[in-house]
């Protein structure tokens, strides 16, 4: 567990976070996955795009790019396309991913590159102090839903399974120990994973959603998170499956399918440029 | 130097080959017209190097691609045409902002809007010098025929490397689609990005310029180094600050290194300059048809000149200063626009001479005839 500090830019501190984020535990459960998994440090790059979540990698002492809000999945590919030797691994936030950088979630997916991505999901524009995400759950306040968001919520599992993702898995802030060892599964997934982190913002979503500070947040995502039962995968990402919490956590897809550099390698050797 | 052989080859076509020959090893394209060839070729000749090809889901995500490609020390491009351009600006400051070599190509189509996508127009001049927000600086090199879709190609790419920011490759559709005999030179200059000196360490400065010099060396990724880049304003060390005093240092070397080095970047085309009395100033097609004009002019007694810049920005305000005398009674700029070049010249000649734009905006290239007719109302014969 020290060796976590190892890999952090201490000179960056303090964060910009405020207290009782979730963003911390997700940083260094991404540490931790990267440390357990024994990737090169030197070879891994981490990407983010516009948010709370996303200024982690400033804080992370690797090969880290900062990029535009939606963006990370398209400038990561350019990285892992032109080298694909690196490890690249993307934290993004929900409005990040989902709404402006959408297009690029589904895209990432179907081509299935070799794209590590730990979906932030605090259910709100933090960033921003507030706004409605589509993660953000219909009925909440948010301050561009004062009488309560109409909005439908995406499922993250089900959207990026159905988009091709070869590794899917929901772990939350409160369930550590599923968080680190699907980010570590992710890693170790040659192909597009999407590793959703449920995470907390006691600022602007638990303090105006009347769901408490830090700890009572917490507490909640202990009392409505349930593990997906074994072989119900299949049953939940049809829509079958039977779940009375709003938050069912595991892995939804371990599978395989041609990556994408590989598959472009081909190419090369079809061209008659390989060397 | 014996001659080579001339191939036929179409402008975008040419484009693409010059990229290769200046190093680029990473395409990241959108479809649209008039500038889709530039994928396709890419996407044929890329493999054959060794290099990589990639067609995103939108223009942003082909911009994004790009600029992650070239972090990690790849030459690398993109190509559109208004539209497409239109939806990349926020990234082209980006771009400029964290100093990422690359080059767009900008193949201009009649706008605004969808307009008339296979017809050439210049109506995007502006939107090249000025797309995106925030002071940045930007350079644009402008072809005017096939052989300088290759050689300007190569061109652009050093100075991306040289300068450390975007760079447009600016023509209209007449130059992108029409195929010309091209002999190619033996030997083409091509300038790599500077490397950091240093061996990596904590102390490493991603963002710090060596004495006397405006641009940073710059590392790839994965070469140990364990650099941040940020879009945020930053210092030399990379990481995001609120300082005054850093982002006012900032700003100022990302427009300065290009705009106090516009005589190096500047490459100009005179013809007849030296007596020359009715100047016009012209670029892409149209100063293909200016150049028949002037020599047409020249057959007639009229002593005309012809000044083409080939990039047209940094704006070469020198060098035209420095060829328009106290001889000349008239500047003419032709332009397929309502007239946005001519803004500069003006502003840049100060009243030396009266300057008058000639504008069209049919979505046809300038006719001869046409351009002579229009000329002719100006010059007053």
């Known amino acids: 567990m020290s060796s976590s500090v190892n890999?952090?830019?201490?000179?960056?501190?303090?964060?910009?976070?405020?207290p009782g984020c979730g963003n911390g535990i997700v940083m260094s459960n991404i540490i931790r996955a990267i440390n357990d998994s024994g990737i090169d440090r030197e070879k891994t790059v981490i990407v983010s795009g516009i948010g709370c979540s996303s200024r982690a990698p400033g804080y992370m002492d690797f090969d880290t790019l900062h990029t535009a809000h939606g963006r990370a999945i398209p400038f990561a590919t350019g990285i892992k396309m032109a080298n694909p030797e690196l490890n690249v691994i993307v934290i993004t936030?929900?409005?990040?991913?989902?709404?402006?950088?959408?297009?690029?979630?589904?895209?990432?997916?179907?081509?299935?590159?070799?794209?590590?991505?730990?979906?932030?999901?605090?259910?709100i524009y933090g960033m921003t102090s507030g706004q409605y995400s589509p993660l953000t759950?219909?009925?909440?306040?948010?301050?561009?839903?004062?009488?309560?968001?109409?909005?439908?919520?995406?499922?993250?599992?089900?959207?990026?399974?159905?988009?091709?993702?070869?590794?899917?898995?929901?772990?939350?802030?409160?369930?550590?120990?599923?968080?680190?060892?699907?980010?570590?599964?992710?890693?170790?997934?040659?192909?597009?994973?999407?590793?959703?982190?449920?995470?907390?913002?006691?600022?602007?979503?638990?303090?105006?959603?009347?769901?408490?500070?830090?700890?009572?947040?917490?507490?909640?995502?202990?009392?409505?998170?349930k593990m997906l039962k074994p072989g119900d995968a299949g049953n939940y990402l049809a829509g079958t499956a039977e779940y009375d919490v709003?938050?069912?956590?595991?892995?939804?897809?371990?599978?395989?399918?041609?990556?994408?550099?590989?598959?472009?390698?081909?190419?090369?050797?079809?061209?008659?440029?390989?060397k | 130097m014996a001659k080579n052989k001339a191939v036929l080859l179409q402008g975008n076509e040419a484009c693409v080959m010059g990229a290769i020959r200046a190093g680029m090893r990473f395409y990241g394209g959108y479809p649209i017209t008039?500038?889709?060839?530039?994928?396709?070729?890419?996407?044929?000749?890329?493999?054959?190097?060794?290099?990589?090809f990639?067609?995103?889901?939108?223009?942003?995500?082909?911009?994004?691609?790009?600029?992650?490609?070239?972090?990690?020390?790849?030459?690398?491009?993109?190509?559109?045409?208004?539209?497409g351009i239109s939806l990349k600006q926020e990234l082209v400051g980006y771009a400029s902002m964290a100093e990422i070599p690359l080059v767009i190509v900008y193949i201009m189509r009649m706008g605004p809007s969808t307009g008339l996508p296979t017809s050439p127009a210049a109506g995007d001049i502006m939107q090249a010098k000025w797309g995106t927000h925030g002071d940045h600086s930007i350079i644009a090199v402008c072809p005017s025929s096939v052989?300088?879709?290759?050689?300007?190609?190569?061109?652009?790419?050093?100075?991306?490397?040289?300068?450390?920011?975007?760079?447009?490759?600016?023509?209209?559709?007449v130059i992108a689609h029409m195929r010309e005999g091209v002999e190619l030179e033996d030997d083409y200059e091509v300038i790599d990005r500077v490397r950091p000196s240093e061996a990596p360490s904590a102390d490493y400065l991603p963002?710090?310029?060596?004495?006397?010099?405006?641009?940073?060396?710059?590392?790839?990724?994965?070469?140990?180094?364990?650099?941040?880049?940020?879009?945020?304003?930053?210092?030399?060390?990379?990481?995001?600050?609120n300082s005054p005093e850093v982002n006012d240092k900032l700003v100022r070397r990302i427009v300065n290194k290009v705009e106090a080095h516009a005589d190096e970047i500047c490459i100009n085309e005179t013809h007849f300059m030296e007596d020359a009395e009715q100047v016009f100033v012209a670029y892409g097609s149209c100063a293909r048809t200016a150049h028949y004009v002037v020599k047409q002019l020249r057959a007639e007694g009229v002593k005309a000149g012809l000044f083409v810049p080939k990039v047209l920005w940094p704006f070469p305000a020198n060098a035209l200063k420095a060829a328009v005398s106290d001889k000349v009674k008239n500047v003419i700029v032709p332009e397929m626009n309502m007239g946005q070049y001519v803004l500069e010249v003006e502003r840049v000649l100060g009243g030396k001479c009266p300057v008058t734009g000639i504008s069209k905006v049919s979505g046809e290239l300038f006719k001869t005839d046409e351009l002579y007719e229009k000329v002719m109302e100006v010059i007053g014969k």
């Open chain 2, 147 to 173: 052989k300088e879709m290759y050689e300007l190609t190569i061109k652009a790419f050093n100075f991306a490397e040289k300068y450390r920011t975007p760079v447009y490759l600016i023509t209209d559709e």
């Open chain 1, 93 to 123: 936030g929900d409005g990040d991913s989902s709404a402006i950088g959408g297009n690029h979630l589904i895209h990432g997916c179907r081509r299935n590159i070799d794209i590590t991505v730990v979906i932030v999901n605090n259910n």
């Open chain 2, 34 to 52: 008039p500038s889709s060839e530039v994928a396709e070729q890419s996407s044929i000749l890329l493999p054959k190097v060794g290099g990589k």
């Open chain 1, 137 to 225: 759950p219909t009925g909440a306040w948010a301050t561009t839903a004062q009488y309560g968001n109409i909005d439908r919520p995406f499922d993250i599992p089900r959207v990026v399974a159905a988009c091709g993702a070869t590794y899917v898995a929901r772990a939350s802030v409160f369930h550590v120990p599923q968080l680190k060892n699907y980010i570590q599964a992710g890693l170790a997934n040659k192909g597009f994973s999407i590793i959703e982190a449920i995470s907390i913002c006691p600022t602007y979503f638990g303090r105006k959603n009347g769901m408490g500070d830090a700890p009572e947040m917490l507490k909640w995502l202990k009392d409505n998170c």
């Open chain 1, 7 to 18: 890999y952090l830019r201490a000179n960056k501190m303090p964060h910009i976070w405020c």
């Open chain 1, 246 to 274: 709003p938050y069912v956590l595991g892995e939804f897809v371990k599978t395989t399918a041609p990556e994408y550099t590989e598959s472009y390698m081909k190419v090369i050797e079809k061209a008659g440029g390989a």
């Open chain 2, 54 to 83: 990639i067609q995103m889901e939108d223009e942003i995500a082909s911009i994004a691609s790009v600029i992650g490609a070239s972090l990690t020390g790849t030459k690398a491009m993109t190509a559109s045409s208004g539209p």
């Open chain 2, 207 to 241: 963002y710090r310029c060596e004495e006397g010099c405006d641009v940073p060396p710059m590392a790839a990724y994965g070469d140990g180094y364990k650099f941040h880049v940020t879009g945020l304003s930053h210092g030399e060390s990379g990481f995001p600050t």
